[in-house]
């Protein structure tokens, strides 16, 4: 039996179990759009195509499965740039398929052609032009199994048109079998045997979760070893919501904008545990004075995040679920456990840290936008799914919506890519339509892809977009104040639309806060309204990010409320 | 810690397929590592070429380079020949001028060299001489003073050499 390209596209894809795709059609991809339709598969129609790829990010982390994107060829594929490279960044699964000029006229300049693989070559795990028929089922598979599995991340596959339209006898690709990629999901023994070592002999344990506790769903693990050896936990950005907020072992945010006794502890620590972390530069500050007394162990699926920033003790290749199951069943078949009153002084420090540098801001007049977060907190239960913008609104999400679950925070860490949040938001809902999904936004970044507010009124997506209006590119106008002698240069939005309107334009409800008094009576009712949502609040727009390690220093060099 | 930055000879088993060599072009551009010279082939299997790679880097760089490398989905082995046993190669093809009174200089050297004459015009010699790096450099440099219009080389090829005993 012969199948077209489209039609073994279509398979591939079910075979995978895609449900959900996010998309834009164009000449080069309109055959795939074409029969899409009648395929059980739901097709998103984005406005941009960076929304789609956002929204396939959001979708993958609520999910815990692989997002997924159709875009046409030229001007699609380059608009998906920005998405791959904060896919990439922080390790998400998604697969992109791009449309692609027909084989004869690529590399001619023809209409709408672009080397999309060449460009995506340095922001994909891997990427793919198909050129034959008998190719794609094979090709298809891979590109799932590269993208969900070992560190995950984005995938593209470039797809031409001509191939869609021709046809090959059907065949089932065979199960992937890539020599060259066999990632190492199990650790060596042997390297846990030293870190058990390491545990027995510290005195100031401290462990340190990153996104790979999400994306291993190894939370569980996790919160074990917390509790068998009695030591507090600090995630990264993208480690929050890995580790119970509720916990009285959580440290709080490591890192630029970290807790005080979070980044107290990772430079008093004499033996830090790094779970699913590669320390980036937000999070380590200036390396020689990163963890300086401690013995690091660093659990990581990707050997090239070990030693690549950071000098490591002992370095342990292998999935963050899988390593830390099989070091927690070593401890336990020791019999080691540490009870709750055990490092007494070393917990003792740990509060001093607490009592002296609350997480705090300072009450006022007008509406502080931390005060919007932790009411948000209070009013969903701490149950909503977060996303967020690029900024401060990002910054304070992370540090007063106190995560208490795995893939509920989605935020784009690695490349802190403004207009991420609302494309993200809509992802993240359809993939959870049980739960609250709110996009905290910033003035400056909800206008990067507001137009995706169509998307979530068309899917009468009930998404609510809290936006902290300080009327600046706020987290720029810090460093400014900070560093940059009160200099405001270009930071100032001088024109901003009235984002009620908009929202009425969209079709969306628009609620807008400019007292204090008002930000909890407008929660309460944007959040009853099940419909699509922007909450307007007015905030002060010189309100800063506290604590704040500046750029280069060492992370215990806090600037404090 | 400091360590002292040494020239590693990297031997890489690819997949012969279309851009693989630019996602390992694009690796070291992109994260700032140094190439000194590169050569691609195919392998005996048509599906599989080596590509011999020299760069220079401290031990932290080369370790993220090795594993970097490994990372490319395309990359079947990664060598490091550097700190065992290999045989390297270079090849350069050197147009020298050959003036009358120097042609038998020219072919003395080529001698003593084990290199050969493989194009005699009315003006110039080409010269193909194969040997490590040093080899080829000396006999450039003794070369020079006669008139060198122009010298193609190869980058290094190696392969880590077999034991000598058979092992029980
Ligand atoms: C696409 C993109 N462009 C520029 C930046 C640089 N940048 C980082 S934060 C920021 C300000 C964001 O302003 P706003 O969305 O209003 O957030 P606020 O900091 O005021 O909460 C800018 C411009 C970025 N991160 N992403
Ligand atoms: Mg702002």
Redesign the interface.
């Known amino acids: 039996m012969h199948q077209s390209g489209v039609d073994i596209f279509l398979r591939s894809l079910m075979e995978e179990g895609v449900d959900t795709i996010f998309g834009y059609p164009g000449a080069a991809i309109v055959d795939i759009h074409h029969q899409l339709i009648q395929a059980p598969i739901r097709h998103i129609l984005v406005r941009h195509e960076q929304g789609a790829v956002h929204a396939a990010d959001g979708y993958a982390r609520a999910s815990g499965g692989v997002g997924v994107c159709l875009v046409t060829s030229g001007p699609g594929a380059t608009n998906t740039v920005s998405g791959i490279a904060s896919a990439y960044a922080d390790s998400i699964p998604i697969v992109v398929f791009t449309g692609q000029v027909p084989t004869a006229l690529i590399g001619n300049d023809a209409f709408q052609e672009v080397d999309i693989v060449g460009i995506t070559r340095p922001c994909t795990k891997h990427n793919y032009l198909v050129t034959r028929i008998e190719d794609l089922a094979r090709v298809i598979k891979e590109a799932f199994h590269l993208a969900a599995s070992g560190r995950p991340g984005p995938v593209l596959v470039d797809l031409p048109k001509n191939l869609m339209q021709s046809t090959a006898p059907h065949t089932s690709a065979a199960a992937v079998d890539i020599k060259s990629y066999q990632p190492t999901y199990h650790p060596n023994v042997k390297q846990l045997h030293k870190v058990v070592e390491l545990i027995q002999k510290a005195q100031k344990p401290l462990i340190l979760a990153g996104g790979g506790i999400i994306l291993s769903k190894a939370s569980q693990a996790l919160n074990r070893l917390a509790h068998i050896i009695n030591a507090p936990v600090t995630a990264t950005l993208m480690g929050l919501g890995a580790f119970p907020a509720d916990s009285p072992r959580w440290l709080g945010m490591i890192g630029m904008h970290g807790t005080y006794r979070a980044n107290m502890a990772s430079a008093a620590c004499d033996l830090m545990i790094a779970v699913g972390v590669r320390f980036d530069d937000r999070v380590t500050g200036k390396i020689e004075g990163f963890a300086p007394h401690a013995k690091i162990v660093h659990i990581d699926i990707d050997p090239t995040s070990i030693r690549k920033n950071v000098p490591v003790t002992v370095p342990v290749v292998g999935d963050c679920r899988v390593t830390l199951n099989r070091l927690n069943r070593l401890l336990q078949e020791a019999g080691l456990f540490w009870s709750p009153d055990s490092r007494e002084s070393w917990m003792a420090e740990i509060e001093t840290w607490k009592q002296t540098h609350q997480m705090r801001y300072e009450q006022a007049d007008v509406i502080k936008p931390q005060y919007v977060v932790e009411k948000l907190h209070a009013l969903t239960d701490g149950e909503a799914v977060v996303t967020t913008e690029v900024g401060q609104n990002q910054m304070w999400a992370a540090q007063y919506y106190h995560f208490n679950q795995p893939n509920c925070f989605i935020t784009s860490g690695g490349l802190g890519c403004m207009g991420f949040g609302l494309p993200a938001a809509i992802g993240a809902q359809l993939a959870r339509p049980d739960r609250v999904v709110v996009d905290i936004a910033g003035d400056g970044s909800i206008q990067m892809n507001i137009q995706e507010m169509a998307t979530a009124v068309q899917y009468d997506l009930p998404i609510k977009v809290i936006i902290l209006n300080n009327q600046y590119l706020g987290m720029v106008r810090q460093w400014q104040e900070l560093f940059y002698h009160k200099c405001y240069a270009c930071t100032k939005m001088e024109h901003t639309p009235d984002f009620l309107k908009l929202a009425e334009a969209y079709g969306a409800m628009g609620l807008r806060a400019t007292r204090p008094e008002e930000v909890v009576p407008v929660l309460k009712e944007g959040l009853s309204i099940p419909r699509t949502v922007i909450m307007e609040f007015m905030v002060e727009p010189e309100e800063k990010v506290y604590p704040m390690v500046p750029a280069g220093a060492p992370i215990t060099e806090m600037l404090l409320v | ?1 400091a360590y002292k930055t040494e020239k590693h000879i990297l031997s890489l088993i ?2 012969n397929q ?2 693989v060599l ?2 390992i072009v ?2 070291f551009s ?1 994260r700032g590592f140094n190439i000194e010279s590169l050569c691609v082939a195919e392998t005996a299997e048509a599906d599989i070429s080596r590509i011999t790679l020299v760069t220079l880097g401290d031990m ?1 760089i080369i ?2 380079i090795k ?2 490398l ?8 990664v060598i490091d020949l550097t700190h065992r046993p290999f045989v390297a190669r270079d090849m350069a093809l050197i147009k020298v001028r050959a003036r009358p009174e120097n042609r038998a200089e020219i072919l003395r050297m080529v001698d003593i060299f084990r290199a050969r004459v493989v194009d005699v015009g009315a003006l110039f010699y080409t010269v193909e001489v194969i040997g490590d790096l040093e080899k080829i450099r000396s006999l450039i440099n003794l070369l020079t003073p006669m008139g060198i219009k122009e010298v193609a080389r190869t980058g290094t090829i190696a392969l880590p050499r077999e034991l000598k005993k058979r092992s029980k």
């Open positions: 810690m690819v997949e279309p851009g630019s996602r694009g690796l992109g932290d370790e993220q594993k970097q490994n990372k490319l989905i395309n990359v079947i082995k």
